[in-house]
């Protein structure tokens, strides 16, 4: 495992803020603000997929992406690790509705030793212990 600088964001914590979330909002911006200071926010495909419903044009995404913003791909390591804590999910009895992007997301922090901020932290800290949650 490589050890990088930055936060892997999830999805839910970005839409919150472009939502204005009613519930979430305050601790949304707080914790994406605290991950800015620290270094920037990374970010995949997989969050992209998620948050694009929300714009109508790639460049209104682009532009409202955090400042310090990086896309990466998804390491490789980190599909076959989401792949596995997956299908362990599955065996244990886990929803069909809950499939692959959480798992997807949380292995890129895993892989790349870099923390997590999600505000739903269950699956992973079951599935993916070791990661570095930033959450509620």
Request: proline share 7%.
């Amino acid at each position: 495992m490589s050890i990088r600088a930055g936060t892997i964001v999830d999805s839910s914590v970005l839409l919150d803020v472009f939502t204005e979330d009613v519930r979430w909002l305050s601790w949304s911006e707080a914790a994406l603000g605290e991950a800015l200071a620290r270094g920037p926010v990374i970010l995949n495909a997989v969050v992209l997929a998620e948050i694009a419903p929300r714009f109508s044009r790639i460049e209104a995404l682009d532009a409202a992406l955090p400042p310090r913003s990086i896309v990466e791909e998804l390491p490789r390591a980190a599909a076959f690790l989401a792949g596995h804590a997956h299908a362990d999910y599955r065996r244990a009895g886990g929803k069909r509705t809950q499939i692959l992007p959480d798992f997807l997301i949380a292995s890129h922090a895993a892989v790349s030793g870099r923390p997590l901020l999600t505000r739903d932290p269950r699956r992973v800290s079951t599935y993916l212990p070791g990661v570095e949650l930033i959450s509620p």
